[in-house]
């Protein structure tokens, strides 16, 4: 079955610093990996997603991530923090059945941003 | 473009009571349609999903059903609410075939069952 690992529940960081959220997943094939963000009370936001080609991704909101098949990760990164990024932030991993896109979401990590 | 309208925001119901959450899409035809769950420090979990009018597949057996009246229409219903029914309830959808496979989601339901 798959499953993914989100380790970090909360992280802090500094306003301008640079950001790295952990994702690990467990797939038997080659998988759909994606970030989303939440903001408070609201729905999700896709930031990024990966598939297959190039393995560092670009999304919106100046983030990036990189999937390592070796280490079964998908950490997503972003250089220069802004306040605006405080938010939940979940990563998923599933199939695409050509029907149904079944994911299996992490339990989130929440960014908090200082000034 | 498309959008997708989620009611109510928030809604507190006494154990035991019915639960029905709509879920309605604008801007596309035929999509797939998503119930998912969000419990409080948990991540979300698929509940339903639909691929076409009246096609409701379960992915968790549970108090709860789905029912989908309409191309783009999706209802999450109870007939008697548990406790542990509380949770933020999120509806999303997603295209069908190749290159579609991306969620996109309402903005949700906090339901707090007492």
Redesign the interface.
Known sequence: AQSVTQPDIHITVSEGASLELRCNYSYGATPYLFWYVQSPGQGLQLLLKYFSGDTLVQGIKGFEAEFKRSQSSFNLRKPSVHWSDAAEYFCAVGPFTGTASKLTFGTGTRLQVTL | SQT?H?WP?TLVQPVGSPLSLECTVEGTSNP?L?W?RQAA??????LF?S?GIGQI?S?VPQNLSASRPQDRQFILSSKKLLLSDSGFY?C?W?G???G?????????T?LSVL
């Open positions: 997708i989620q925001a797939n998503y998912y420090g948990r991540g979300l979990q698929l999903y691929v597949s992915e999120l999303a997603s069908q075939g190749d579609n496979e991306k969620l996109f989601f309402g903005s949700g906090q």
